[in-house]
């Protein structure tokens, strides 16, 4: 039982330790990118825009595509020791897919085009799928919120995807749209760190 609790924490303080490293290292690239908006821009602007109107900054693009695949990297760790804990199948494969996703994004940054835009949607998908799928593996009211927050990402990628221009949440700006899904998806596995640090409390059999 140790070993499954040893593996939670493990796990916990690598997502920590990446969506720390991601947020910090954002918001560094924010203000060394003259001119971004975070109304206009998508974040992954701070690594390359897309063609044909290609802008490439440094060392904003360097920091942001190297936080970013740090942090896929950790959540694909962490994803394999919370499936040696639990034995759970669904979650830890797509929170693994999600971390890989996330790699590919900082591998393959705007200026790649189309394989850009297939790595960021894998990520916009199960970024959001692996909070609801976490629902079975999470005590409540966790849990409730895992899936609230899940669906909510789900619903402004739709929105994105097939509303185009009338998307109520287009009100924010393309940036500000782009951040209704990623933020809380990011925030969620920060409340997940602690979660999972904290793991003594978990049924590791659940």
């Known amino acids: 039982m140790a070993r499954k609790y040893n593996s939670l924490n493990l796990a916990g303080a690598l997502i920590f330790i990446g969506i720390l490293q991601w947020f910090m290292t954002v918001l560094a690239s924010e203000t060394l990118f003259p001119g971004y908006s975070t109304r206009a821009n998508d974040l992954s602007d701070l690594a390359s825009t897309v063609p044909p109107n290609i802008s490439l900054v440094q060392p904003s693009a360097m920091l942001f595509n190297t936080a970013t695949f740090l942090i896929g990297l950790l959540v694909l760790i962490s994803a394999l020791l919370i499936y040696r804990a639990c034995k759970k199948q669904l979650f830890p494969a797509l929170f693994a897919i999600s971390g890989l996703a996330a790699m590919a994004v900082g591998v393959f940054p705007g200026d790649t085009g189309s394989i850009h835009a297939l790595v960021a949607m894998a990520w916009f998908v199960t970024g959001p799928l692996s909070a609801i799928a976490a629902y079975g593996f999470l005590s409540k009211p966790f ?46 596995m920060m409340a997940l760190a602690g979660y999972l640090m904290g793991s003594s409390q978990i049924n590791a059999e659940k």
């Open 143 to 188: 849990a409730y919120f895992s899936i609230a927050i899940g669906v909510f990402a789900l619903i402004v990628l739709f929105s994105a995807v097939f509303m185009g221009q009338t998307s109520p949440f287009l009100v924010f700006g393309r940036g500000g749209e782009e951040r209704m899904l990623a933020y809380p998806v990011v925030l969620w």
